[in-house]
Nanobody, 121 residues
Framework: QVQLAESGGGLVQAGGSLRLSCAAS????????MGWFRQAPGKEREFVAS????????ASADSVKGRFTISRDNAKNTVYLQMNSLKPEDTAVYYC??????????????WGQGTQVTVSS
């Protein structure tokens, strides 16, 4: 059974930083691209960043470029999202997902439960 467990969310002031982690089990981790998505209240789930199985290729949304960095440690079956210079508009539930390297949620087969990130102004 595949499980993805996010951690590291919380409340932070604007300009601050957080690092999200997503620990995976029940799958051959290095064979899966990983993605981070977020969903704010009343809005659709949106792409944040993705990384290939090897970690060699990454992509990120324009809204987070230069502020957020995705990385992975295949020895630990974990993907990370380092978030710097956080803004109130980054407030959302953040989800990690495993699947094809894509910006589309439907290309991901497995999802975590999400972790809340709240940025105060």
């Amino acid at each position: 059974q595949v499980q993805l467990a996010e951690s590291g969310g919380g409340l932070v002031q604007a300009g601050g930083s957080l690092r999200l982690s997503c620990a995976a089990s029940g799958l051959t981790f290095s064979r899966y691209a990983m993605g981070w998505f977020r969903q704010a209240p009343g809005k659709e789930r949106e792409f944040v960043a993705s990384i290939s199985g090897s970690g060699a290729t990454t992509a990120s949304a324009d809204s987070v470029k230069g502020r957020f960095t995705i990385s992975r440690d295949n020895a630990k079956n974990t993907v990370y999202l380092q978030m710097n210079s956080l803004k109130p508009e980054d407030t959302a539930v953040y989800y990690c997902a495993a699947g094809l390297r894509s910006r589309q949620p439907y290309d991901y087969d497995h999802w975590g439960q999400g972790t809340q990130v709240t940025v105060s102004s």
